[in-house]
């Protein structure tokens, strides 16, 4: 069998048909294809869903676990998947028509170990706001590809072979946001054979309710300490892993920068209070990580980190966005 889709279940009964039918209607013959559903304790109706499907698509299996999170939920698919390679697709999300077999093909025929492909985001309407769509001219090593490719920190966007996973034991941490970002940080480290394709396959539906978009104090709190945690086990892995060649430890410095940038931008957009921003910041001082010093190649974020390497000026941003929050409710920034 050639592929395995992961689909992790959570309070999807509104996507979740869309998303198992964009994989099984498809270009990939069916009998190289099977649908993993991981029910991470879905409290609404989609398993009831999911069980009716099964009914008349053989491919699908259904797994109901304890909650686990969604890192949880994809390393119970990963454990259960029989494909030579996985593919883990948010079930609020679906995959572009006629264009899966392309990429598991270029995958298999190459023997990579992760093949990065091309998504674009829609609205609920399903309307394009973005479209992020690359290639590299040959395969490179995991951490040559990331030395000299800004692609998606995504896990969503890519296949990743099943055996290359299981030999160096690449599991995703539980319970936690931007466990992709962990989790391909290890997963680059390892690989030996990565390519790009230009080809679109992931199409990401933006949600009202995702965590970049909802104003839960608790979640919001939750995402800057999930951000803390995961800028110390990256620091931990370069520690323990690497073997300090210079592109190596660039590409690490360049990932707890980007981290770090990641969690000062969020100290100024969600909601917490100036005590414990403050908080924050001085526990990254501690570490040698503010100021920020390793350049970004994302462009506006590289500017924002320039602005925000002086204490001053992050803290005036600060107070101007709450202000504006106040003055107008639901003004969104994007970076």
């Known amino acids: ?32 294809l099977e649908i993993i559903l991981v029910d991470d304790e879905s409290p609404d ?25 969604l890192g949880g939920a994809r390393n119970t698919g990963v454990l259960n998947a029989s494909g030579d390679y996985v593919l883990f697709l948010d079930a609020d999300d679906y995959l572009k028509k006629n264009a899966l077999k392309n990429v598991i093909t270029f995958a298999s025929e190459n023997k990579l170990d992760i093949l990065e492909y091309g ?28 030395d000299n490719t800004n ?9 990743y072979a099943v055996s290359f ?20 940080t290890r997963a680059f480290y390892y690989a030996k054979r990565v390519k790009a394709v230009e080809d ?44 300090f060649s210079s592109k190596v430890h660039k590409v690490f410095k360049e990932r707890i920068a980007f ?11 969600l909601s917490i209070d100036k005590k414990q921003c403050k908080l924050i910041i001085e526990n990254l001082k501690l570490k040698k990580l503010y100021p920020v010093r390793t350049t970004l190649r994302n462009k506006n974020k590289n500017l924002f980190r320039w602005v925000v390497n002086n204490e001053f ?12 929050q106040i003055k107008l409710k639901g003004i969104k920034i994007v970076l």
Do not use: H, W
């Not at 099984?24 to 069916?30: H, M, P, S």
């Not at 996973?165 to 391909?184: A, K, P």
């Open 1 to 32: 069998m050639l592929l395995s889709v992961i689909i992790p279940c959570f309070n999807v009964e509104k996507y979740i048909e869309k998303c198992i039918l964009s994989v099984i209607n498809n270009d990939l013959d069916l009998r190289d």
């Open 45 to 69: 109706n989609t398993v009831s869903i999911v069980k009716n499907m099964i009914r008349s698509y053989a491919k699908i299996k259904l797994i109901s676990q304890k909650n686990k999170g």
């Open 119 to 146: 998504a674009i985001g829609v609205t609920e309407k399903y309307d394009e706001v973005y479209r992020y769509s690359k290639s590299t001219d040959i395969i490179l090593s995991g951490f040559e590809y990331l």
């Open 151 to 159: 692609y998606m920190n995504s896990a969503c966007n890519k296949l």
């Open 165 to 184: 996973l299981n030999n160096y034991g690449l599991r995703f941490e539980e319970r936690i946001f931007i466990e992709d970002f962990e989790f391909n």
């Open 200 to 243: 679109i396959l992931g199409c990401f539906v933006q949600t009202s309710n995702s965590i970049t978009r909802n104003i839960s104090i608790e979640k919001n709190s939750k995402m800057l300490s999930d951000i803390e945690e995961v800028i110390d086990l990256t620091i931990k892995f370069q520690q323990e892993e690497s073997n």
């Open 259 to 269: 981290l770090t940038t990641t969690l000062l931008f969020n100290l100024i957009k």
């Open 313 to 324: 000026l992050f803290f005036q941003l600060f107070r101007f966005y709450k202000i504006i």
